[in-house]
């Protein structure tokens, strides 16, 4: 018997939940609901404070990365920030993205505590994916009471330090290998970007 579109959404948050919980990045709860991919235009797929935590600089290598670009911020572009994209691995129903932020800020001290705000700018945590070739976009999972992406305020650094950020998104549906990874709407996209299958 086909399952219900309710019945697929919670199976697919819970296998969400349960590895996130996996990775430590969160305190799962039961609740929670997947946001699948969204249909996009032609035209939008063309123009498509406090001490830094050491748990989350300690393990980060800025170096292990497939892909890295850096960008100016677009009210200070004295301040800068470096995007080194870890992986994109998909197990199951869940795609999970590994990136890693290092941002440059002239205006700070080296000392300054930058969080994930600071670097998007009032902005939250909100990277995507795009599947051109289907004209699809893969938002970050929706749920109440678990974390599916990097907290933008607890999530930080210190000027100069690189710092790691993880998103959960529903998985390609269409049998693809490759999409296009954006860190931010205002920021050119990782292009191509190949899946790790788990």
């Not at 050491?54 to 800025?62: F, G, I, N």
């Not at 009471?145 to 529903?170: E, K, L, P």
Request: positive net charge.
């Amino acid at each position: 018997m086909k399952r219900s579109h309710r019945s697929h959404r919670a199976s697919l948050a819970s296998t969400i939940a349960l590895s996130i919980a996996l990775l430590g990045g969160c305190s799962g709860e039961k609740e929670g609901s997947a946001t699948g991919p969204t249909p996009v235009t032609e035209k939008a797929a063309k123009g498509a404070g406090g001490s830094a935590a050491p748990s989350q600089v300690a393990t980060v290598d800025p170096d292990k990365v497939v892909a890295r670009q850096t960008f100016k911020l677009r009210k200070k572009p004295e301040d800068t920030v470096e995007v080194g994209l870890v992986s994109l691995t998909v197990s199951g129903k869940i795609a999970t993205l590994q990136l890693v932020l290092t941002p440059r800020f002239k205006s700070k001290p080296a000392a300054e505590t930058i969080q994930i705000f600071d670097i998007y700018e009032g902005s939250g945590f909100n990277p995507y994916l795009l599947d051109l070739g289907n004209l699809k976009r893969y938002d970050v999972v929706k749920g109440s009471g678990s974390r599916f992406a990097s907290d933008s305020v607890d999530t930080r650094t210190v000027n100069g330090t690189s710092m790691s950020a993880f998103a959960v998104f529903a998985a390609p549906e269409d049998p693809i290998t490759t999409v296009d990874v954006h860190a931010s709407d205002w920021w050119p996209a990782f292009k191509a970007v190949s899946t790790i299958q788990r």
